[in-house]
């Protein structure tokens, strides 16, 4: 995973005001302010589709479905990302509980949170912000 310090301004030098104007206010509220929404209540928690999942902000191929699964916790989760280059992790001590922030690595815009609790092969818990993402379903 690529470490960097999150900055909420766009690496490709995409202006604040462009996130705004194109984000609806919830997804910049989650993306952009690092915003959660609430569990269960994501469009893409049940999706059983097969594709690409992407950043909301950007474009960013993300997530794919073969690593899509069900861990109870009301949020899209995955095993594995599409590639170590897609997202970063960065420290966040924003509660109580230490967690590791992931980011999409074009944008830095918020995707969720990362956990050493998942399945086999990785043992970890990509917690994923539905609102974060967009999907692209493979063309048969």
Known sequence: MIQIPVLMTDATGVPEKDFKRKLTPKRYKVLREKGTEAPFS????YNKKNGKYLCAACGNKLFGSETKYDSGSGWP?????????????????SIELKRIELVCSICRSHLGHVFDDGPAPTGRRY???SLSLDFE???K
């Open 42 to 45: 994501g469009d893409l928690l």
């Open 77 to 93: 989760s995955f095993w594995a990302p599409l590639s170590e280059e897609s997202i970063a992790e960065t420290e966040d001590d």
């Open 127 to 129: 917690c994923i912000n």
């Open 137 to 139: 379903e493979s063309k």
